[in-house]
Structure formats: structure tokens, C-alpha cells
């Protein structure tokens, strides 16, 4: 392999876990709002909107808009909001359809 295509696999590697890392501490934060109970609602609805965009700009296409409703309802509908959309979304975009 040439060097120009090693540093471009590597750069898709490192983009990949970075997509990885991110996801599991957007997700932490989506259930940070299970601390105090009445405080959850509140977060929720600021969180919802925050999420669905960040999930669009994080993945591309059909896959980041789809992705991004789905975010923005599970957040902002209560008893839900537990599922870690962007971790599934990583392994859907990564592992599932197995994109580089």
C-alpha cells in the first residue's frame, strides 16, 4: 500500500472510534437526566432537539436523518429515553452496513 492510502485508512479508523467515543457520551448524557426524577422532564425537552441535530451532523445521508428523528422522539418522549440511540446508530452505520 501506498502511503497516501495508509494514511487515509488510518484516518477512517481514528474517525470511526472518535464517532464511537462520541456516541457513548452522548448517550451518557441522555440518561444523566434519570438522576432527579423531576429535573428529567425539563432536560429532556432541551435535550431532544440537541440530540436529533447532532446525530444528523454526525452521520450523513438517510441513515443521520433517520437516525435523528428517531433521537429527537426517544428523547422527548418519557419512559424511553434509556435506549442508546447513538451507540445503535454507530453499530448500524459501522458494523450493520459495515461502512469504512
Excluded: C, N, R
Amino acid at each position: 500500500m501506498s502511503e497516501e492510502v495508509q494514511i487515509i485508512e488510518q484516518s477512517k479508523d481514528s474517525s470511526k472510534k472518535t464517532k464511537l467515543v462520541l456516541s457513548i457520551l452522548f448517550d451518557i448524557i441522555g440518561m444523566l437526566s434519570y438522576i432527579v426524577p423531576l429535573f428529567a422532564e425539563v432536560t429532556d425537552v432541551v435535550w431532544a432537539p440537541i440530540s436529533g441535530l447532532i446525530m444528523m451532523a454526525m452521520y450523513k445521508g438517510i441513515t443521520g436523518k433517520v437516525a435523528g428523528i428517531i433521537s429527537f422522539i426517544e428523547e422527548a418522549f418519557p419512559f424511553i429515553d434509556f435506549i442508546p440511540t447513538f451507540t445503535l446508530t454507530w453499530i448500524y452505520q459501522y458494523v450493520i452496513k459495515k461502512e469504512a
